[in-house]
């Protein structure tokens, strides 16, 4: 098992920046490919970006690729999405996710463990 906790949402103004932490514990954090998914209200989960597990490759979903970064600290088993010029279509649940193996994975059905979610904000 994999335990994945959120951390980091809050609101926050359109134009402003955040950075979301996924903390990992469980298994060993780098043999997992991470990403992260957002769910905003009335819609459905939606890929946002997704890291392997050496962090060495990474994909962006159109809408924040060039805003958003993902990336990973294998030392301190922590995911995080670093999240620039904001916009309130942003706001949303995150949720970070984990699956065993290489590469990156862009459907949610592909991994295997999920975390609560934080709740990111973005006010006009």
């Known amino acids: 098992q994999v335990q994945l906790v959120e951390s980091g949402g809050r609101l926050v103004q359109a134009g402003g920046s955040l950075r979301l932490s996924c903390e990992a514990s469980g298994r060993t954090f780098s043999n997992y490919a991470m990403g992260w998914f957002r769910q905003a209200p009335g819609k459905e989960r939606e890929f946002v970006a997704a890291i392997s597990w050496s962090g060495d490759t990474s994909h962006y979903a159109d809408s924040v690729k060039g805003r958003f970064t993902v990336s990973r600290d294998n030392a301190e088993n922590t995911l995080y999405l670093q999240m620039n010029k904001l916009k309130p279509e942003d706001t949303a649940v995150y949720y970070c996710?984990?699956?065993?193996?290489?590469?990156?994975?862009?459907?949610?059905?592909?991994?295997?463990?999920w975390g609560q979610g934080t709740q990111v904000t973005v006010s006009p």
């Open positions: 996710a984990a699956t065993y193996g290489s590469g990156w994975f862009q459907n949610e059905d592909d991994y295997d463990y």
